[in-house]
Every structure is written in C-alpha cells, then in structure tokens.
C-alpha cells in the first residue's frame, strides 16, 4: 500500500536562477492576463477617488 507522501509528486524547494524568473517577468508582461489587468488600472484609481470621502465603515 503507498503513502500520499509516495504517491505524490515531488516538488523542488530549490530557487531557479534570477534570469528564470526574469525571463518569466518578461514573458508575463506580454501575456493577455498581464495586459488586461493593467487595463483595469484606470478602474480602479477612478473608483478609489469616487470613494475618498464616503464613509464605508460603520
């Protein structure tokens, strides 16, 4: 009979190197995800000062 532990997959704790994770950097900045999100940026900010003075919590 396996454990979960042997049946699992392993996963590394061991950090890439800093040009990985840049090149992933890159890479997002250019995904559909990263584009639309930075398209809700003036959303957001409009909407933050709509709500400056109104009273949210009571």
């Known amino acids: 009979m396996k454990t979960s532990q042997e049946s699992s997959t392993k996963i590394s704790l061991e950090m890439k190197s800093e ?34 003075d109104e009273n949210l919590i009571k």
Do not use: E, G, R
């Not at 900045?29 to 409009?46: E, F, G, H, V």
């Open 19 to 52: 040009v990985h994770y840049q090149n992933a950097a890159k890479l997002y900045k250019k995904s559909q995800q990263y584009i639309k999100m930075i398209n809700l940026y003036p959303t957001l900010q409009n909407t933050l000062i709509d709500c400056k």
